[in-house]
């Protein structure tokens, strides 16, 4: 595809479920980031990937957050046991350089109920 | 901890008028400072950037002014258009590590009214 693509679009679980959250980015992308984005804010960082490692992840919020991109190219975004305050649109974006512009897919709105 | 702080929180403006969103960062380290259109359903997309050593850079009718010394930065859309209304936010990063991680403000949602 020609940008960024996140599946699902919208995501409904019970809390204490486990999620998980597509990310592909642009083709020949190397560098990959994760945002999440509450109601009424502005996207906060969770963790930069360059390939396949994660170079920055001092952005999840807890050890119930997990990311990986094991052939550097689509991420995953994993949630263990899920809580409302998780609710929010997560983002992601990728850059052909990591100095280079960030270009974000529409995100996935999660919502815990 | 806020470290891009952005107002208003709303806006109203008229077709043709000036729009204006001001923001103020705390960590002196920052180096680039992006703005960024959200349109509802939408992410973010890079609208203008500017780096500090330089004090205003104009891309059509999007201007950024920046005041180093204040800490602060604002953007003003001339010639406002209805097609402008979405969300904005200012930004700031610093590329220490060689790749953009980037702290955004809260958010003005503008709306154009014709």
């Known amino acids: 595809g020609a940008g960024v693509s996140q599946t699902p679009s919208n995501k409904v679980t019970e809390k204490g479920k486990y999620v998980e959250l597509r990310c592909d980015p642009i083709s020949g992308h190397t560098a990959l980031y994760w945002y999440r984005q509450s109601l009424g804010q502005g996207p906060e960082f969770l963790i930069y990937f360059q390939g396949t490692g994660a170079a920055d992840d001092s952005g999840l919020p807890n050890d119930r957050f997990f990311a990986v991109r094991p052939e550097g190219s689509v991420s995953t975004l994993k949630i263990q046991r899920t809580e409302r305050g998780d609710s929010a649109v997560y983002l992601c974006a990728s850059s052909s350089h990591p100095g280079l512009e960030a270009f974000f897919g529409q995100g996935t709105r999660l919502t815990v109920v | 901890q806020q470290q891009v702080k952005q107002s208003p929180q709303s806006l109203i403006v008229q077709k043709g008028g000036i729009s204006i969103i001001n923001c103020a960062y705390e960590n002196t380290a920052f180096d680039y400072f992006p703005w960024y259109q959200q349109f509802p359903g939408k992410g973010p997309a890079l609208l203008i950037a500017?780096?500090?050593?330089?004090s205003e850079k104009k891309e059509g009718r999007f201007t950024i002014s920046f005041n180093k010394s204040a800490k602060q930065f604002s953007l003003h859309i001339m010639d406002s258009q209805p097609g402008d209304s979405a969300t904005y936010f200012c930004a700031a990063s610093t590329d220490s590590g060689g790749y953009q991680k980037v702290t955004f403000g809260t958010g003005t949602k503008l709306q154009v009214i014709p």
């Open positions: 500017i780096r500090p050593d330089v």
